[in-house]
């Protein structure tokens, strides 16, 4: 309910500004990051996607793909990966401990 409130704020304050920006727009919505090997059979769609997690591969290809296709304008995009995902609680080890096991 508390966590996260200030970046969310944020992230509405940001997308009403992109918004009423008379550029082109596109913005992307990953779930939850982690690192993987390389690029997946990811998913984006206009509409909220289930699952968790994006990593951080799936996102940049998907931004690069974005940026230089002209995709989806003046629409926000949900980014999840379907593939190789994480335990949550390897992925909370992970960025809390640097990758301890």
């Known amino acids: 309910r508390f966590m996260g409130r200030t970046v969310y704020d944020d992230m509405r304050r940001m997308e009403r500004i992109v918004c009423g ?3 082109a727009w596109t913005v992307l919505r990953p779930a939850g990051l982690f690192d993987a090997e390389g690029v997946s ?3 984006v769609a206009t509409s909220r996607l289930p699952g968790r997690f994006t990593s951080r591969a799936d996102l940049g290809d998907a931004l690069l ?6 995709l989806h304008p003046h629409a926000f995009v949900d980014v ?4 190789g ?3 949550i609680l390897d992925v909370i080890r992970k960025e809390a401990f640097g ?3």
């Open 21 to 23: 920006s008379d550029r």
């Open 99 to 101: 990758g301890r096991k």
């Open 80 to 83: 999840r990966t379907t593939e």
């Open 65 to 70: 793909r974005e940026a230089t296709g002209d």
């Open 85 to 87: 995902i994480p335990r």
């Open 41 to 43: 059979d990811y998913r």
